[in-house]
């Protein structure tokens, strides 16, 4: 499928040639002149990204970002702009927009920004689906991370496995040996003893929680508890 870009841009020269090129290199673009045309255009058009120029007619960049934001939070808006000042610059992020290019820029320049916003965006896509909320607690699944109000812990592939298993079970008792043969593929005393080990372990991490309680039931499983 083809990026769909919103151009803004008032200089005529420029953005025929950025639209060209643009264009020649697969993309969908829709170029826009006039910032009062731009929330129509964002309506009409669908874009997956936007490219805008901070000095337009009837309308700043910094006031067109904050109205497409509030159509479309999610929607990665690069700032063109003139000025080096960090003042101007603070402002653009301030007014929602994820990154800048100073003019005069090279298309292959303005090309990979625009790649790398889609895929900073598709990663926090990716991560808002992965992510799991356990109480005050946050459970990457992709990353194997465990997020606590204070720190960060890093799981390793055991850990993450077993979390898994508890947590889709939460409210609901999960067997040892279901936890036994699908991590390890027996119920040995050693793998046993070794759950046992990471059991501990997971309990450990969630002491900043006393509403979240991992329940041995002995001789049965394990209760992953939320309150």
Not at 13 to 42: M, P, R, Y
Request: hydrophobic share 40%.
């Amino acid at each position: 499928m083809r990026i769909r870009v919103l151009y803004i841009e008032d200089e005529p020269f420029l953005g025929k040639i950025v639209s060209e090129t643009l264009q020649l290199q697969g993309f969908d673009l829709k170029l826009v002149a006039d910032g009062a045309l731009v929330i129509n255009a964002l309506r009409s058009f669908i874009p997956d990204i936007c490219v805008l120029d901070i000095m337009l007619p009837n309308v700043d960049g910094y006031t067109l970002c904050k109205e497409i934001k509030s159509i479309r939070p999610e929607l990665p808006v690069i700032f063109l702009t003139a000025r080096s000042e960090t003042t101007d610059l603070v402002k653009g992020f301030e007014a929602g927009g994820t990154d800048y290019i100073k003019k005069p820029f090279s298309m292959e320049e303005l090309i990979v920004r625009i790649n790398n916003q889609l895929m900073l965006l598709s990663s926090k896509k990716k991560q808002s689906v992965d992510d799991i909320l356990l109480g005050k607690y946050r459970l990457s699944q992709s990353r194997y991370e465990l997020t606590s109000p204070s720190t960060v812990h890093k799981l390793s592939d055991r850990e993450m496995e077993i979390l898994r298993m508890l947590t889709s079970g939460a409210d609901r008792v999960v067997e040892r040996r279901d936890i036994l043969m699908k991590i390890w593929g027996d119920d040995s005393f050693f793998n046993s003893r070794t759950l046992d080990v990471y059991v501990r372990k997971l309990r450990s991490l969630f002491m900043e929680d006393p509403d979240i309680e991992l329940v041995t039931l002995k001789g049965k499983g394990y209760l992953f508890l939320i309150k």
